[in-house]
């Protein structure tokens, strides 16, 4: 390590050391007597500064490290773990996953995944973007961020503070069936929370960027003029009277609802049969005009791999085609749970992309002329047992096509088998600051809860 965050010339070095480690533990493993074993070991370094008025708040630096083991003694599974990179440390690590081996009940899905379905190619996916930025630097670019935002408008006379993260993983993952794989990506945010008040009280709202590539990154002071402007927006918010009415998600937001689909078809929920999407594969769950995909390999996205958390290649592939549900998303453990193959998506999925439709954010508030525009939820409360869904939101209210007035304390609330059937349009408008690819989604009706 050099002065910054990262010294480019020894990370190849790193990741050949976490090779060796990880050869290591396999053999500590059989030697303990394991049937299989894999192991992932991982060197995790950070910097983060935060300011807030100006001042400096924080300023951290990271180095975590860490190596974990899973054996199998048939099928009887153990997993220990360590911070401790010492060879000792390592050593009593593997010791302590064998004795919890020793004294689990076999399970008949335990295992190692599929070796028919390693990965054997292994494209550079360009996500090795090293930030060279020292602490000072940061804390001079998260200031102007900071004040760009509170220049905007006296009514802006407080802040959350302003943010800059550098991120970077170096990884190895390796397992006694002779898969062995090591990946290096990088990791970048800037974000601004700011703090408005008039006559009718406070409001905060918020804007942030995210990439591999600092050079990918939205300028500082532009961030910082969208979380003011944002915040000023929310200023005179008001309640509504309770109804049903069109709920138009902004992007932002709009990814929650893949999310909770995604959830409703990974493996853990189904084999424990705890999901409202149990037995759907062939099945409409979207309009017939939707399609939801994975491409894991996009280059410089933000979940690309070219193998999941068990080795098992990754590939393109649609979840859903014409509305319908494709596939589930499943690692090895639960593909043998549900008598199926694993999906290459052990450690969960990699760049989901919605199909956007021709339609704008200004477009898709004309379509939808009188409703509800959501830009912040609140509450965990979705169950996927029974697809219910009931959350806290705030956001806009809209007349016409146009925007009308802010509006806070309101509940939303259906099921999201409806919701997803009531998709009405996807927008253009696409979020790239997460694997969640998309637009703006126009549902055609929730119920709004607010003061009567």
Same mark, same amino acid.
């Given at each position: 390590m050099n002065a910054n965050l990262i010294d480019k010339d020894t990370s190849s070095a790193d990741l050949d050391r976490l090779q060796s480690i990880a050869a290591e533990v396999l053999q500590h493993a059989r030697a303990g007597g394991a049937s299989e074993a894999d192991v992932a070991a991982s060197i995790d370094l950070g910097l983060s500064v935060n300011v807030r008025l100006g001042e400096v708040e924080t300023v951290e630096r990271t180095r975590d490290r860490g190596v974990s083991v899973t054996v199998w003694f048939g099928k009887r599974k153990g997993s220990a773990s360590t911070a401790d990179l010492d060879p000792a440390s390592i050593r009593q690590t593997v010791e302590h996953a064998c004795a919890i081996a020793r004294h689990t009940e076999e399970d008949p899905a335990n295992g190692l995944a599929d070796p028919a379905l390693y990965a054997t190619d292994r494209p550079d996916l360009d996500l090795w973007h090293p930030w060279d930025i020292t602490a000072e630097e940061a804390i001079d670019l998260a200031v102007a961020m900071e004040d760009a935002g509170r220049a905007l408008d006296p009514r802006i006379g407080n802040s959350d503070g302003a943010s800059v993260q550098v991120g970077a993983l170096l990884s190895a993952y390796a397992n006694s069936a002779g898969f062995m794989g090591a990946e290096r990506s990088t990791h970048h945010s800037l974000s601004a929370v700011l703090i408005a008040s008039d006559g009718n009280g406070m409001q905060r709202d918020y804007w942030?960027?995210?990439?591999?590539? *600092? @050079?990918?990154?939205?300028? /500082? &002071?532009?961030?910082?003029?969208?979380?003011g402007e944002r915040t000023l927006a929310r200023l005179g918010a008001?309640?509504?009277?309770?109804?049903?009415?069109?709920?138009?998600?902004?992007p932002e937001v709009a990814r929650s609802l893949i999310g909770h689909f995604l959830s409703a078809i990974s493996g853990g929920a189904l084999y424990r049969r705890a999901s409202f999407l149990v037995d759907h594969v062939g099945k409409s769950v979207f309009p017939d005009w939707m399609q939801i995909a994975e491409r894991p390999r996009i280059p410089r996205g933000l979940c690309s791999a070219a193998f999941d958390s068990e080795g098992v290649a990754t590939r393109d592939s649609d979840l859903i085609t014409g509305g319908v549900l494709a596939r589930y998303i499943l690692g090895s453990y639960s593909a043998r749970r549900l008598g199926l193959a694993s999906t290459g998506?052990?450690?969960?999925?990699?760049?989901?992309?919605?199909? *956007? @439709?021709?339609?704008?954010? /200004? &477009?898709?508030?004309?379509r939808m002329h009188t409703g509800l525009l959501v830009t912040e939820l609140m509450g965990q409360g979705v169950?996927?047992?029974?697809?219910?869904?009931?959350?806290?939101?705030?956001g806009f209210w809209v007349e016409n096509g146009e925007i009308a007035h802010p509006v806070e304390e309101i509940t939303i609330a259906g099921n999201l088998a409806d919701m997803f059937k009531g998709v009405a349009a996807v927008g253009r408008d696409v979020d790239h600051r997460s694997h969640l690819l998309t637009g703006s989604i126009l549902l055609e009706r929730m119920t709004v809860a607010g003061e009567g």
């Open positions: 942030y960027d995210s990439a591999r590539a *600092p @050079g990918d990154l939205a300028d /500082a &002071a532009a961030i910082g003029r969208k979380a008001r309640g509504l009277s309770t109804r049903e009415c069109p709920v138009l998600f902004a998506n052990a450690g969960g999925v990699h760049n989901v992309i919605v199909q *956007p @439709g021709s339609d704008d954010f /200004a &477009a898709l508030l004309k169950s996927l047992v029974t697809g219910d869904y009931s959350r806290g939101a705030s």
